[in-house]
């Protein structure tokens, strides 16, 4: 088991203890409430019981609020999304593998957290309140108003098994403690970067109108990426194939974990009957893909996070664990694809709608920040010609290669990945 490992996880939890709250069975949902006044919004959480939670947000968008409950069960009526009000635009719920729930409010304006705290029952009312204040903000203020970050794995396990209910017990580390851990071997300063040409062998993928195969372009713009990364000499790359070699989508993920990969990028063609549909788009990990994630890890046997068994501290602890991992890595995901997208613009044409999520199986690492890249429209003539244009392909992977080295410096480059069995052949 390694504790060691630096990983950066926004928590706030409150409780009496995992074990306890476990025990005494699910707290009920009685309702969401928002008081708008101005440039500030409450969030309110009407809830049967003491709740253990805890908090991430990702920018997607004008930006997305994420509250986890451990221990929370929410009525089916309450699992789609509906209109909220002030700086909310909508908010919903999903179950979450193994019990408990996840919330998620999409901004209609960007807001920063300006506080988080829990009412308990007094002065005649019964139920247990959590309130999250909101007040506008940039994007860079809504990612800085984020719950403290913790030093290591360690802390994570200790503030999500306390008797107390600290809220925000660190500062948060700087960034060049991000980039660079203490006592990191200057050997493993370099990033890994997983780069996977998509399809391959007897999968061709998606065909072009003048014959051309997804799987061979994928294959020449991985390679050229490649090429681009290893020269400037600051990346590990690691391709999941190098050849016209097929592979299986687990496989690319299990491949990526095993290199301790700090980004995964996945590289594919679009294609449509609409032949004059064309354009770029970027996907994450949509909420649905992320539920996913949980449940194959435990039905694989592989529920591990940053090279540790999060199954050995239980059921409830371990569930906190994999989804803070996974609300790390989520974040990571969406920033890099908010910044390929930037670097992208204005040198190969994009979707009206480019950043979009979906529930995709070489993006289902829990701790790998992945994106995958659908280039063109490979069901487009002009795309098509795009695609198979060596001036375009090193435009187009001169711009992602940027992106990742402009994601790397703003955000450091913590591993993400754990050492799971298996791999691709």
């Known amino acids: 088991m390694k504790l060691g490992r630096k990983i950066w996880i926004g928590v706030a939890v409150a409780a009496s203890g995992l074990a306890a709250a476990g025990a005494a069975g699910a707290e009920d949902l009685l309702g969401v409430r928002f008081g708008p006044n101005g440039d500030a919004t409450r969030v309110v959480f009407d809830i049967t019981g003491a709740p253990i939670y805890s908090i991430s947000g990702v920018e997607t968008g004008k930006g ?3 509250v986890d409950f451990a221990d929370l069960s929410v009525n089916s009526a309450d699992l789609d999304y509906r209109s909220g009000k002030g700086h909310v635009a909508r908010y ?3 179950a979450r593998t193994g019990g408990g729930a996840r919330a998620t409010f999409d901004f209609k304006k960007t807001a920063r957290i300006i506080d988080v ?3 308990e029952p007094k002065d005649g009312v019964k139920k247990h309140r959590l309130v999250i204040d909101l007040q506008t903000a940039d994007k860079q203020g809504f990612i800085a108003s984020l719950p403290a970050q913790y030093p290591d794995l360690t802390a994570v396990i200790e503030q999500a098994t306390a008797s107390t209910p600290d809220i925000l017990p660190q500062p948060k580390p700087t960034q060049k403690e991000v980039a660079l851990p203490p006592q990191q071997d200057p050997a493993t300063e370099k990033r890994v970067v997983v780069i996977d040409a998509g399809h ?3 999968d061709p993928g998606a065909q072009g109108q003048s014959g051309t195969y997804e799987k061979n372009v ?3 713009a991985a390679l050229e990426l490649a090429a681009i990364l290893k020269k400037r000499g600051n990346y590990d790359v690691v391709m999941t194939r190098n050849s016209d070699a097929k592979l299986k989508p687990d496989q690319r993920e299990t491949l990526a974990r095993n290199a301790g990969a700090n980004l995964f990028v996945s590289l594919h063609a679009d294609a449509i009957a609409t032949k004059v549909v064309r354009g770029g788009s970027v996907y994450t990990l949509s909420t649905d893909g992320t539920a996913r994630s949980a449940k194959l890890a435990k039905a694989e046997g592989n529920y591990n996070v940053y090279d540790l068994d999060v ?3 239980g059921e409830e602890v371990g569930g906190i664990m994999f989804d803070l991992a996974q609300g790390a890595t989520h974040t990571g995901s969406s ?5 390929l997208l930037e670097n992208l613009a204005g040198k190969t044409p994009l979707l009206g709608r480019s950043h979009r999520t979906g529930d995709l199986r070489v993006l289902l690492a829990p701790d790998v920040p992945a994106v995958l890249f659908e280039m063109a429209f490979i069901s487009n003539a002009k795309d098509e010609a795009n695609l198979n244009s060596p001036v375009w392909r090193k435009r187009t992977m001169k711009a992602v290669a940027d992106s990742i080295d402009q994601y790397f410096e703003e955000y450091g480059g913590q591993r993400f990945a754990a050492n799971s069995a298996g791999g691709a052949n």
């Open 64 to 66: 997305r609020l994420i």
């Open 92 to 94: 919903g719920f999903v």
């Open 117 to 119: 705290f829990v009412l």
């Open 200 to 202: 391959g062998g007897a």
């Open 218 to 220: 994928t294959l020449a």
């Open 311 to 313: 199954a050995e501290y």
């Open 335 to 339: 920033r890099f694809a908010e910044k």
